[in-house]
């Protein structure tokens, strides 16, 4: 049975990750650091195991490149650990930050042997981890793990003929259209003959198939 980490106070623990980017880096990430922030109740000391777990410092409290990188704005990096933490869970729900709480303590209870409460929290702690990481990729995969293409629809292409447009489309069955936009220079003294012989040309050559 795999085990997973977890907070009582997950929305601290949110808070602080959201506030990382504004503190220094400390020489050890412990109690004492956490109580200067303000986190002196018990339960708050549970954010340091997720702390370890993420590979944000080290087993001594010490941060490392992964909290620096975090710290820098690098959300990729907290992404990461989340997806090797969670590697179980992204391999069974590639989009796991966005399946439903219920989902998830599913998971994670037929994965380890934590009671109801814990697995709450399991899944809290999941929630706020996620919010605070960039999956923006897991969300392109689906659960194939083939990644998903919007469909988009086809836009007319415009091809060029001696200078004049060419309007070619396709529709939804795959077959091609072709509009052809056609321009005569006629003498500006053409009479009346001349215009119903061009009109009786193009019924011929056009509109009949008949070859030029």
Known sequence: MATYRYTNVAGKLGNLLGRLGTLGVPRKVDAQWLTGLGLSASNDRTILPVFKAMGLIETDGTPTDAWRGFRAGDKGVLAAKVKEAYADL?????????????????????????????????????????????????????????VA???????????????????VSA??????????????????KADEATYDKFFAAMKKHLLSGDPA
């Open 149 to 167: 293409v919007a469909e988009t629809p086809v836009q007319p292409a415009v091809l060029t003929e001696g200078g004049k447009p060419l309007r």
């Open 90 to 146: 992204f391999n069974t729900y590639p989009d796991a930050n966005n399946r439903s709480n219920s989902e998830l303590a599913s998971f994670f209870k037929t994965h380890s042997d934590a009671g109801d409460r814990a697995i709450d929290n399991t899944v809290f702690t999941f929630r706020a981890l996620c919010a605070s990481a960039d999956l923006t990729q897991a969300n392109g995969a689906t659960e194939s793990g083939a």
């Open 171 to 188: 529709s939804a069955n795959g077959a091609i259209t072709i509009n052809i936009n056609i321009q005569l220079a006629l003498p500006e």
